[in-house]
């Protein structure tokens, strides 16, 4: 199954690296992790998606509030590209979801688990799929 697959993949990079063999990523993976490690490690130059806290990157969204937004990524690091507004209604869609994840912050900091219930009552997915 999927699983062997894994663990002979492993094996393989494993023996290929202690060869002092480069490991190569496969073309279009769909994982950014090992993309922007790969990067961080050799220096390679890629943009790639990311989820960080929105510090100046998105301009009509909370503060600290976690959003995606596009970065480049190379020996140097990762950087965020600064968004600017959303259109209004594209903030305005966006809101729920970080009003949820506000609350659901609040609930793991704290340990309420009325927070917990009220954040998945909130969530615009959980919400429609869930009884309470």
């Known amino acids: 199954g999927i699983s062997r697959e894994n663990v002979a ?3 393989a990079a ?3 690296l202690a ?3 480069d490991l190569a990523l ?3 993976a769909s994982e950014y992790a090992p993309q922007i490690i790969h990067s ?3 220096g390679t130059p890629r943009e790639v998606h990311v989820n960080v806290p929105n510090h100046g990157l998105i301009d009509n969204l909370p503060q600290g509030a976690v ?3 596009p970065a480049a990524v190379d020996g140097d690091g990762l950087r965020p590209v600064p968004m600017g507004s959303l259109p209004a209604q594209c903030a305005a869609l966006n809101q729920p979801y970080v009003s949820v994840g506000a609350l659901t912050v609040e ?3 704290t340990g309420d688990p009325r927070l917990v219930r ?3 009552l909130m969530d615009p997915n959980a919400s429609s799929t869930l009884t309470p």
């Open 40 to 42: 961080l490690v050799t």
């Open 26 to 28: 496969e073309d279009g």
């Open 9 to 11: 993949e492993f094996e």
């Open 118 to 120: 009220q954040a998945v």
């Open 14 to 16: 494993r023996r290929a």
């Open 19 to 21: 060869a002092g063999e």
């Open 67 to 69: 959003v995606e937004v």
């Open 107 to 109: 609930a793991a900091r």
